[in-house]
């Protein structure tokens, strides 16, 4: 970008240079090389037409969820959050082997065991993760929730988010356990159908602090 001295004012391009006024100062530069329609349809950009949209989908997806969880996952207090859960959503896409280049989702790289797995082991700041403090049992009406006895708490927080990665909506629902001493499994109902993907989020609380969370 530069400035230029001229008794008229040029507004506009000229040949591979464009003419406009800035804060009151004639400047002009060069035209950009980015050409909109070319992006949209040229075989060479498909590849960044592909990383495009995946990563649109992954943005949002992981928004989301995080949503979802705002008030359990500011207790981490990370300020790089929204950079690694994003990264997160990229890997866990990156493991959707059904679906072309360009189209791959979240919902297909979750639907794998790795990709599952990588979801569970995510840790939020310096919170822990559950590892294997905690087992989590789907049965036909509801669920099973199993804490290691070594885990010193005394309030379970279980919140069930509904994913719709195609409309890019949620719903969630959370469901507060008072702990038993002489208990360490929890059974507690579906909150909503079978129809949406669903992901169960669990926070452990001791003293009114959290102690451990992440999916199970």
Known sequence: MATYESLISINGSVGDLVFYNLNGKNVVRKKSGFNKNA??????????????????????????????????????????????????????????????KGKRTVENGIATRSGMQLLKNFKFGSIPSHKDSVAFTARLWDYSLGIDKSIIVDEIIIATLQIDFKGYQSRHSNKIIAVEKHLNEYIFEKQFSDEETQLHFVVLKNEDEIVQMGFV
């Open 39 to 100: 992006f949209k349809k040229s075989p060479t950009y498909e590849k960044v037409r592909q990383n495009s949209s995946e990563f649109g989908h992954c943005s949002k997806i992981g928004k989301i969820i995080r949503q979802c969880l705002e008030e359990f996952i500011k207790e981490a207090n990370d300020a790089l959050l929204y950079q690694k859960f994003a990264k997160l959503m990229t890997e866990i896409k990156d493991l959707d082997s059904i679906s072309e």
